[in-house]
Each structure stands twice: as structure tokens, then as C-alpha cells.
């Protein structure tokens, strides 16, 4: 079983910056951020590997930066140059298997932290 917490949510300016943060227990071998907004599916932001590779949505490419600290079991998400489309519900998932995690198939979600829409 593995369980998630995310933190990190809250009041930014247009264009300013956030960052997430994801305190895990379980397996952690790829670590990931998802987004939902009001009314839309969710989707995924990006994803890191215990080894460090990455993948990013084509929305956030250059703005965000997904890091993690294995020996702590934690993940991060930083966000620049926000922009209004950037609100919704961030969630930390967590899953043994890389692409199965990115396509939602296989992995565990935490609760999520509201990042609200810039002003």
C-alpha cells in the first residue's frame, strides 16, 4: 500500500511560481503529478523514475520541474509562469511501473492540494 500527502497549494500571482511538495511511504519507484480542473478529466503534468528520468506534458514543458529525494521519499512539483489554465486539483501518484502510472492503468493518488487560479 502506499500512501501520499501533498502540500504546497495555495494563493499565486499571474506568472509568479509554486512548488508541490509529496511525502510518500511504499513503493515509490516513479512518482508523478497529476492536474484536474472543474469539469475536465485529469491529466498528467509529469513524471519522474527513481533514476530521475523524466516526462512532461506538452502544456508545462519549460515552466515546471518534477524532482524528487529518494532517501526521503518525496517528490516535488515546481511551477513557473503560471497561468490562469493552470488551476485545478494537484495530486501525487505513485506506482511501480513507469508508462502504467503516466497512462493512469496502475498506481496509487493522493488526496490532492487546490492550486487556485492566478491573479
Known amino acids: 500500500q502506499v500512501q501520499l500527502q501533498e502540500s504546497g497549494g495555495g494563493s499565486v500571482q499571474s506568472g509568479g511560481s509554486l512548488k508541490l511538495s509529496c511525502a510518500a511511504s511504499?513503493?515509490?519507484?516513479?512518482m508523478a503529478w497529476f492536474r484536474q480542473a472543474t469539469g475536465e478529466e485529469r491529466e498528467g503534468v509529469a513524471l519522474i523514475a527513481a533514476h530521475g528520468s523524466t516526462t512532461y506534458a506538452d502544456s508545462v514543458k519549460g515552466r515546471f520541474t518534477i524532482s524528487r529525494d529518494n532517501p526521503k521519499n518525496s517528490v516535488f512539483l515546481l511551477m513557473n509562469s503560471l497561468k490562469p489554465e493552470d488551476t485545478g486539483m494537484y495530486y501525487c501518484a505513485a506506482g511501480p511501473n513507469y508508462l502504467k502510472l503516466w497512462n493512469e492503468r496502475a498506481g496509487y493518488w493522493g488526496q490532492g492540494t487546490q492550486v487556485p487560479s492566478p491573479h
Open positions: 511504499g513503493d515509490t519507484r516513479c
